[in-house]
């Protein structure tokens, strides 16, 4: 079993910066091929960046292309989100998810483990 627990969030002003973590327990962190989504009240989860097992393949959501950068430390089993030029549209939990799939990493439904969340809060 697989437990991701994340951390970073909080609330920034348009334009400013923030980095999220995800860390990982168990042994398998490298095999995993990781994600980061992000929820607002009322709506389905979105998909924003993910990630392959050795770091060598990286997926963006249009929304963020650019802004945002996911990477991984494998030797702290760790992945992490560093987002820029924030928007006040960026509002949400944001969780990180692990999948043993490379394929179709855009979609919740090919994770299997997922963290807890945590609020980005970016005000205009």
């Known amino acids: 079993q697989v437990q991701l627990v994340e951390s970073g969030g909080g609330m920034v002003h348009a334009g400013g910066s923030l980095r999220l973590s995800c860390a990982a327990s168990g042994r398998t962190f490298s095999l995993l091929n990781m994600g980061w989504f992000r929820q607002t009240p009322g709506k389905e989860r979105d998909f924003v960046a993910a990630?392959?097992?050795?770091?060598?393949?990286?997926l963006y959501s249009d929304t963020v292309k650019g802004r945002f950068t996911i990477s991984r430390d494998n030797a702290k089993d760790t992945v992490y989100l560093q987002m820029n030029s924030l928007k006040p549209e960026d509002t949400a939990v944001y969780y990180c998810?692990?999948?043993?799939?490379?394929?179709?990493?855009?979609?919740?439904?090919?994770?299997?483990?997922w963290g807890q969340g945590t609020q980005v809060t970016v005000s205009s």
């Open positions: 990630i392959s097992e050795q770091g060598s393949r990286t």
């Open positions: 998810a692990g999948s043993w799939t490379p394929d179709d990493l855009n979609s919740p439904g090919r994770y299997s483990y």
